[in-house]
């Protein structure tokens, strides 16, 4: 039933490994709707030993000494599906303990059957912290945290790898398969500027809010080839030196990226950040250069977790609010999901000649 509903809810038709993936936890790359069945062993484990104490004192004297009725049994269907390399909990009290290596051994299966090197780097991108920022924020209109429809269905489905649309030739002339991928590194990518632009307004107004006031695009720091950096603060950020960054959003699944992707989550991302270190380098000795580089599908490289996490603690400190820096990294995640779409969305058809693969119902 609860697949059911959810399949109602999201617009997607849920197989069994979508289903499988999207009970995760968010942190392990699902949706965090969480299966009864999956859920129903870790409840019990932890609840029977929280009050195994009160138990004995009810029990005892009258029944002798007595465990709670089922637990070894219990215990001994964890040890089957966890398995047997794995030890009880140090807090047996906590779910949350019990939970994690049945949801591991299931993350560990659904990538040791992915069915392309796309789908393994699909599912170890899910996984990554940063994936997740998105699905945790309070869809709200006022604070501009609210998805659309179109664009939370398609950020769902690229992360369960369902069904987005079906097969077409895209503006640019290549054919669009039904997950969707080619949308995200097409040259004539809809949703690139929009969200190069989105991510440098969310960083920059973060500055701000740091109480460090920034600037984009400034003059006087153009390369040889005249592009110039995204970003740069007004006031000193470190060590007496102003910050200047440079953003960049990369194709997790691209077919220049898809090998590094399937072996290790965020190497696009650190690859992109290399690239743009090597070529802004002649301003490292008057500025502090910090590239900025993520991944469609959500993972982040070192040096943007890196500035995150130091704005983070700006923030907090300027605000009082400890949530500020989960603000933050939402809002940088909200900003990459609504590219996507937008990239997704672009690439059907402007014209009815041009419909002859699409059917809209």
């Known amino acids: 039933m609860i697949r059911n509903i959810l399949s109602e809810i999201l617009n997607c038709q849920l197989d069994n490994r979508s289903w499988a993936q999207a009970s995760l936890p968010i942190r392990f790359g699902g949706l965090g709707i969480r299966s009864a069945s999956s859920v129903a062993l870790p409840a019990f484990l932890s609840s029977a030993h929280s009050t195994a104490g009160l138990y004995g004192k009810i029990i005892y004297p009258s029944l002798g000494d007595a465990e709670v009725t089922y637990l070894a049994e219990a215990r001994s269907a964890w040890s089957d599906i966890a398995g047997p390399q794995q030890d009880v909990p140090r807090l047996p009290e906590s779910q949350r303990l019990w939970d994690e290596p049945i949801c591991r051994q299931v993350q560990e299966n659904l ?46 489905c690229l992360r369960l790898g369902c069904k987005t ?54 003059t006087g720091l153009a390369r040889d080839d005249g592009k110039r950096p995204d970003g740069m603060t007004v006031m000193p950020w470190k060590y007496g030196k102003c910050l200047v960054w440079d953003a960049t959003c ?21 690859a992109a950040e290399n690239l ?61 999901q609504r590219g996507n779409a937008a990239s997704l969305l672009g690439t059907i058809p402007g014209d009815g000649s041009e419909l002859k693969e699409i059917f809209y119902l």
């Not at 990554?128 to 659309?148: I, K, Q, Y």
């Not at 054919?175 to 929009?194: E, F, N, T, W």
């Not at 920059?204 to 006031?213: D, H, K, L, M, W």
């Not at 077919?255 to 991302?269: D, E, L």
């Open 111 to 156: 990538l040791e059957t992915a069915t392309s090197p796309a789908d393994r780097a699909r599912l170890m991108a899910s996984a990554e912290p940063e994936s997740g920022h998105w699905l945790r924020a309070l869809p709200s209109a006022s604070v501009g945290t609210l998805l659309d429809r179109n664009t939370f269905n398609l950020s769902v």
């Open 165 to 218: 649309n079906e097969p077409h030739r895209c503006r640019c002339g290549d054919p669009v398969d039904q997950l969707g991928h080619h949308g995200l590194s097409c040259q004539r990518s809809a949703g690139r500027l929009p969200r190069h632009a989105a991510l440098n307004d969310v960083i920059r107004r973060a500055f701000a809010s740091a109480g460090i006031p920034a600037i984009l695009e400034p």
């Open 250 to 270: 990369t194709d997790t699944v691209a077919p220049s990226h898809i090998q590094g992707s399937a072996a290790a989550a965020g190497t696009a991302a650190a």
């Open 276 to 336: 743009k270190r090597r070529k802004y380098n002649g301003l490292s000795d008057s500025y502090i250069f910090v590239p900025f580089g993520v991944e469609t599908l959500g993972p982040w490289g070192p040096e943007a977790r890196r500035l995150v996490k130091e704005l983070s603690s700006r923030l907090v400190e300027v605000s009082r609010d400890q949530r500020a820096g989960s603000y933050l990294s939402q809002r940088i995640s909200l900003a990459i």
